[in-house]
């Protein structure tokens, strides 16, 4: 590999821009990239696949995170450095509010660091948010699909199963109250790259902002909701997504 590839998402200084949109799924990356201009895979290495294409004129990468914080950062730390500086994450969450129901939309504008990568980065004490130009474009798209949307604070986790079976666990007690406290405090849903994200996009002096689709909701789980409930349609978070960064572009050109 030519040194003048990023060691791991595989791309140089020519296969740069501006903006990306991180999916985790690799699998995603080519329905994102549907939405673009003249979209093409450039790279495929490990988790990270990449397809470019073009929105309002402007080159934009959709690159797949894989799933996680520690990937998510190599991932933007790359990306960085081929000069993109403003980010936009689409993934999956579940519900952890009644009213975040599964195929609703929902835009983090914070998130609770219960990932291990963002403390290699920062003091705990340093909190983890979204840009709000993004944050900002994000709920105006929804607005403007007519999707059914939250705007809020998520948990980001680094342990599935650690949410989805924590009497498995050997420190139950304390993720389960420490998720009984998430909600009380009014989380809206749990994911697992949103605070790497943020974190690593506040230290680099990077834009960055997340929406994700609820595929269910836990708590609702547990009150009755019948499984076929779920919902695995990722489309709408991934227009509020585009539909966003092509708010965020023509504001960029806007404001030269």
């Keep these: 590999m030519s040194d003048s590839l990023q060691y791991h998402i595989n791309l140089g200084e020519k296969d740069g821009a501006k903006y990306a949109i991180l999916p985790g799924d690799p699998g995603r990356t080519q ?29 934009v990468l959709v690159v797949s995170t894989g799933i996680g914080g520690p990937s998510a950062a190599i ?14 994450r689409v993934g999956t969450c579940g519900g952890m509010q009644d009213k975040v129901l599964p195929g609703d939309v929902v835009i983090a504008s914070g998130a609770i660091r ?10 705990i004490e340093f909190p983890a948010v979204a840009d709000y130009r993004i944050t900002a474009a994000l709920d105006k798209a929804a607005e403007g699909l007519g999707i059914r949307r939250h ?9 599935f199963y650690g949410q989805h ?17 998430w909600i009380k405090g009014g989380c809206l849903a749990s994911e697992m790259e ?9 230290l680099r002096r990077l834009r960055a902002g997340a929406v994700f689709h609820c595929v269910w909701n836990q708590e609702l789980a547990g009150k009755g909701m019948p499984e076929d409930q779920k919902v695995t349609d990722t489309s709408l978070a991934i227009k509020t997504a585009v539909e966003a960064l092509r708010i965020i572009i ?7």
């Design 151 to 159: 705007v809020g604070v998520v948990q980001a986790k680094d342990s």
């Design 31 to 59: 329905i994102i990239a549907s939405y673009l201009e003249n979209p093409e895979e450039i790279m495929y290495n490990r988790e990270f696949r990449t397809f470019s294409g073009t929105l309002e004129g402007e080159k």
């Design 194 to 202: 949103s605070a790497t994200l943020f974190i690593v996009a506040s």
């Design 114 to 123: 219960m990932d291990g990568t963002s403390k290699e980065y920062m003091p």
């Design 75 to 88: 991932c933007v730390e790359e990306l960085a450095k081929i000069g993109v500086d403003t980010f936009i």
């Design 250 to 256: 023509k504001e960029d050109r806007h404001n030269g």
């Design 165 to 181: 079976s924590p009497d498995t666990m050997g420190v139950s007690y304390e993720l389960k109250q420490k998720w009984e406290a």
